[in-house]
């Protein structure tokens, strides 16, 4: 298998999958409230699975394993930390079954790193207790069950961010950080993301800083995920300013409804890829795919449009 790193030194754009969460949450599985959907590797094995199989027919070269809400810490808030690294195994080997089991080209399994705490938290990310620790644990799991990379998500402040971006790098795998974003209320500066109280830009990081502090910590590939599809752009332009490696780039899309975790009003597969094919155009985006709302439709959208485009 041609490693991650030099697919992307020779400029190949690479398809992730889309959203995990979500898609479980699609197929009439309930979301946990305080760990959404990582007690599902638990509960629906079959399912999780399932959905690893559907993108990757899709597809998708790299597939998420459900370790987005599995860290100690948030387990902990459901009185399962002490079943986390085993669940953090499991989530991993149901990726890789789902390879085993219908991949026809290579496929690369990411484990993911995310700031969320506990749902119910009153924190936007999680900085309580003993989270260092917790991070590091989680992506010492991960390298050791076999994943290919890691994917730090939802990056969206500083102290948070540099705790799972640290842990994520010191495993030596390589890392995809995943920044996200919103607009401020000006309509002009870009802002780190609030989703629990989107209405406080006044917390928010500038995006612009919150990048400079970060980006001395290392990553092989940095972008925009978790963002609204029309706040990507604005994003990426403050983004390509300050990195220059490889650039990401996945969002989420359509109307959350809360509080069963439903997107509704989701952009249609091809109205997402046209999306993406400017982000690829105009920012040279390598690495693309789906967040929240997003699913298999919308990737095997995307695939159409990398094979229209490396078969010009």
């Not at 700031?115 to 207790?129: C, F, K, N």
């Not at 500066?189 to 800083?209: C, E, G, I, P, Q």
């Amino acid at each position: 298998m041609t490693s991650l790193t030099e697919r992307l030194d020779n400029k190949e754009i690479l398809l992730l999958d889309g959203g995990v969460s979500t898609e479980i949450r699609r197929r009439g599985i309930a979301l946990d409230k305080n760990v959404w959907s990582g007690l599902t590797t638990k509960t629906h094995p079959d399912d999780v699975r399932q959905v690893h199989q559907d993108y990757i027919q899709a597809g998708a070269q790299i597939i998420t394993a459900n370790t987005y809400s599995t860290a100690r810490h948030v387990l902990e808030s459901i009185n399962l930390g002490h079943e986390s690294k085993l669940i953090n195994l499991k989530s991993v080997q149901l990726a890789q079954q789902a390879r085993d089991n219908v991949a026809q080209r290579d496929v690369y399994i990411a484990g993911s790193m995310s700031s969320m705490p506990p749902l119910t938290s009153h924190r936007e990310v999680a900085i309580d207790g003993q989270i260092e620790s917790s991070y590091m644990e989680l992506a010492q799991g991960l390298a050791e069950a076999g994943v290919d990379l890691i994917i730090a998500e939802m990056m969206r402040d500083i102290e948070n961010a540099s705790i799972v971006i640290k842990a994520a790098v010191s495993t030596g795998l390589p890392v995809f950080i995943g920044f996200s974003a919103m607009l401020a209320e000006n309509g002009v500066d870009v802002r780190s993301l609030r989703w629990k109280n989107t209405d406080d830009t006044t917390s928010a990081h500038d995006f612009s800083d919150m990048v400079d502090a970060l980006k001395p910590l290392g990553g092989h590939a940095a972008g925009i995920m978790h963002t609204r599809v029309e706040d990507i752009v604005p994003a990426l332009e403050v983004l390509k300013q300050h990195w220059s490696g490889p650039l990401l780039a996945y969002a989420e899309t359509g109307k959350l409804v809360l509080p069963d975790w439903r997107y509704e009003e989701i952009s249609s597969p091809d109205n997402y890829a046209s999306e993406i094919d400017s982000w690829i155009e105009n920012f040279g985006v390598q690495i693309v795919g789906g967040c929240c709302g997003t699913g298999p439709e919308h990737i095997q959208a995307l695939r159409h449009l990398l094979d229209q485009r490396s078969s010009n």
